[in-house]
């Protein structure tokens, strides 16, 4: 990684704040901890007399939430900074000896740095290693998935990850590349997805680039995003105290369904109370400043006091 920083704006701040309502001495979980953002209003809003344990993959974002987090002077409050994937939460807990918190949260957006670091493999802007791995302690990357997938296992991975309906088309062309050689760069695939749908690299026709999709899928695959989002929401009830909240921030439909299910089906076995309605938006005054923000959806959900 090359280690650059670039500036990355939390989103909803404001909302989060209202909906997940962190109060003085309670234990928070940022699940996401990425630049601190929403860690350090929290921190102000639980005082010295709570707990912040902060979690991430990256030690480069933790290295960064650290220096927001103790930078300045406020009131503040234990905390801890985990390199962890949230699917560990529980394991971090019991290391922590901890039964139960009053916040979990997760911010499931990749941060801009990580989205436009070239040795990632996560844009399609600049040429990289075809990576696309937020955890480098995980062994396989996307070359990996491109080059050793069949071909229906690679439409049904692009598809059910981005629902991008050229899916058949774009894993038929992987599949005749790859057979001069494998497939190692963004640019590679860039090419390959833009050939398959009849698009040229440079077009900027459509509202969004022809490979935007493709590689949303394979990031997903590479870091089990849903996988690891299943597992959080599973352990979170066991883990929220009385009255504790969940909070969630998704950035594609896929995501947010699975929140929403989850909440409904926690609601109908009376372990939740669903404090958001209907999912929480940016304003558009956030959506023109920061315009990464336009797809994000927060939900929230309180634990009752069944089965605690």
């Known amino acids: 990684m090359d280690g650059r920083t670039i500036a990355h704006e939390p989103v909803l701040c404001g909302e989060v704040m209202e909906f997940?309502?962190?109060?003085?001495?309670?234990?928070?979980?940022?699940?996401?901890v990425g630049h601190g953002g929403h860690a350090r209003l929290f921190a102000q809003a639980i005082g010295e007399?709570?707990?912040?344990?902060?979690?991430?993959?990256?030690?480069?974002?933790?290295?960064?939430?650290?220096?927001r987090l103790f930078d300045g002077a406020y009131a503040r409050p234990h905390i801890d900074l985990i390199r962890a994937n949230f699917r560990e939460l529980e394991t971090v807990l019991d290391s922590l000896g901890l039964a139960r918190v009053d916040v979990?949260?997760?911010?499931?957006?990749?941060?801009?740095?990580?989205?436009?670091?070239?040795?990632?493999g996560l844009t399609f802007t600049e040429d990289g290693p075809l990576d696309m791995r937020l955890d480098d302690r995980l062994e396989e990357t996307a070359s990996d998935l491109v080059n050793a997938l069949s071909e229906n296992e690679l439409s049904d991975l692009i598809f059910f990850n981005s629902q991008e309906r050229f899916s058949r088309r774009i894993a038929k062309r992987i599949c005749e590349v790859r057979r001069n050689g494998r497939i190692r760069t963004t640019q590679q695939l860039v090419r390959i997805v833009c050939s398959a749908v009849g698009s040229s690299p440079e077009s900027r026709r459509e509202k969004i680039h022809p490979a935007t999709r493709t590689f949303l899928a394979l990031r997903m695959a590479v870091n089990d995003e849903m996988g690891n989002l299943a597992a959080l929401l599973e352990a979170a009830p066991r883990r929220l105290a009385p009255g504790g909240r969940i909070g969630v921030i998704a950035f594609h439909s896929g995501e947010d369904r699975v929140v929403k299910q989850d909440f409904l089906d926690r609601k109908r076995a009376a372990l939740y109370e669903i404090a958001t309605?209907?999912?929480?938006?940016?304003?558009?005054?956030?959506?023109?400043?920061?315009?990464?923000?336009?797809?994000?959806?927060?939900?929230?959900?309180?634990?009752?006091?069944?089965?605690?």
């Open 20 to 32: 997940v309502a962190p109060r003085p001495g309670e234990v928070v979980v940022d699940a996401t």
């Open 49 to 67: 007399s709570g707990r912040l344990i902060g979690l991430d993959v990256d030690p480069g974002n933790l290295e960064r939430a650290r220096a």
């Open 104 to 120: 979990i949260f997760a911010d499931l957006g990749v941060s801009t740095d990580q989205l436009l670091d070239p040795t990632r």
């Open 277 to 308: 309605k209907k999912p929480i938006r940016p304003s558009s005054e956030e959506m023109q400043r920061n315009p990464r923000s336009r797809s994000a959806k927060l939900r929230v959900a309180r634990r009752t006091d069944v089965g605690i």
